[in-house]
């Protein structure tokens, strides 16, 4: 059982540049979340999706996009990478449809924007 | 606005004493109060969920508080093993989406 599998590990990324972060659960959880995660700070809500077909913005969500396609993948696009979206950045799913409860997260993506 | 606070960014303690981490919340009621540990270049993963109507939820060593009156929930590790060093992140989620503290991170001493 994988859980949440997160890809790439690690992206450099040139100012301008576009790219998709992927995030795929095999939990059959309706619930799907993405957050950044910036040094000695907490995670913060990018974006967040209650099911197929549904996504919705949380706390940072400017130049990220999302879509949720299949219940399995929720894929984070950055439109015009820029330095200060440097950091590190989870996906994470929950049983819960309202996230109200454990939630697993991957192992992470490592991005540098210069 | 919503917040939440852990209240120091550090602890030390030395091994067998006990831990106690400290989450204080600001305009929410929320339902649900988690902990997470988070270790180096790891992702969270969960420990306790205890609910609104809980006063204490306990897991091995693992004891945390909920006191919606005070808005603070306190998270204890007792007996605690220098493998107990990492980050502590306390996360309330309301309406959907979840808020996460800056985190404390723990060192425990041999």
């Known amino acids: 059982n994988a859980g949440v599998t997160q890809t790439p590990k690690f992206q450099v990324l040139k100012t301008g540049q576009s790219m998709t972060l992927q995030c795929a659960q095999d939990m059959n959880h309706e619930y799907m979340s993405w957050y950044r995660q910036d040094p000695g700070m907490g995670l913060r809500l990018i974006h967040y999706s209650v099911g197929a077909g549904i996504t919705d913005q949380g706390e940072v969500p400017n130049g990220y996009n999302v879509s949720r396609s299949t219940t399995e993948d929720f894929p984070l696009r950055l439109l015009s990478a820029a330095p200060s979206q440097t950091s590190v950045y989870f996906c994470?799913?929950?049983?819960?449809?309202?996230?109200?409860?454990?939630?697993?997260f991957g192992q992470g993506t490592r991005l540098t924007v210069v | 606005s919503q917040k939440i606070e852990q209240n120091s960014e550090a602890l030390n303690i030395q091994e067998g004493k006990t831990a106690t981490l400290t989450c204080n919340y600001t305009?929410?009621?929320?339902?649900?109060l988690q902990w997470y540990r988070q270790d180096p270049g790891r992702g969270p993963v969960f420990l306790l969920l205890i609910r609104e109507n809980e006063k204490e939820k306990r897991k091995e060593r693992l004891k945390v508080t909920f006191d919606t009156t005070l808005k603070q929930s306190l998270f204890h590790i007792t007996a605690s093993q220098p493998a107990d060093s990492a980050t502590y992140l306390c996360?309330?989620?309301?309406?959907?989406?979840?808020?996460f503290g800056d985190g404390t991170t723990l060192t425990v001493k041999p």
């Open positions: 305009n929410y009621s929320p339902a649900y």
């Open positions: 994470a799913s929950s049983q819960n449809s309202r996230g109200e409860g454990e939630a697993f």
């Open positions: 996360a309330l989620t309301w309406a959907g989406k979840s808020t």
